[in-house]
């Protein structure tokens, strides 16, 4: 470093363009609590995030999205109970779950991921319990309202099956 003509250290580097960069940073930034904030309160965009849901176009999603109930548990309590007729999809918009099998954790899930998509289409029980390790907030779609949607727009099941 050199001391400039006030005596103060002035660094020897060239300028470098911080100033754009912040701005860049705070667009991106601003950009993301944006989408963030659209996720939470818009469920068509929760569902987007979705690869089961990936294919649909945006109208298609707003059909399902209608359809889509929120609900919300806090840490600790059992989303669905192994054994238990499974009617819901669930799709974790907030938070973080446990899938346990046989008093064994087979898998962790959050934000995007879903499960009971299985026991919708058939009706059959959970093979697992699932429960929410933080407070947690799911999509959920339940069988009896979906069905009717994917049995008259083939498209939207199509879709899903390609996913």
Known sequence: MSTGS???ATSSRPRTSAPSDWVRYRRVASRTQEEAMAVKTDPTESLRRV???AGLDR???ELLAKLAKEQRYEAGATI???GASGHGLYIIKEGKVSVVR???KV???GPGQFFGEISV???GPRTADVKADTQTV???LISWEIKPLLMDNAGISYKMLLE
Do not use: I
């Open 6 to 8: 006030g005596g103060c």
């Open 51 to 53: 690869p089961l849901f």
């Open 59 to 61: 109208k298609e999603l």
């Open 80 to 82: 669905v109970k192994s």
């Open 102 to 104: 046989d008093g064994q």
């Open 107 to 109: 898998a962790a899930m």
């Open 121 to 123: 289409l058939d009706g």
């Open 138 to 140: 799911c999509l959920t």
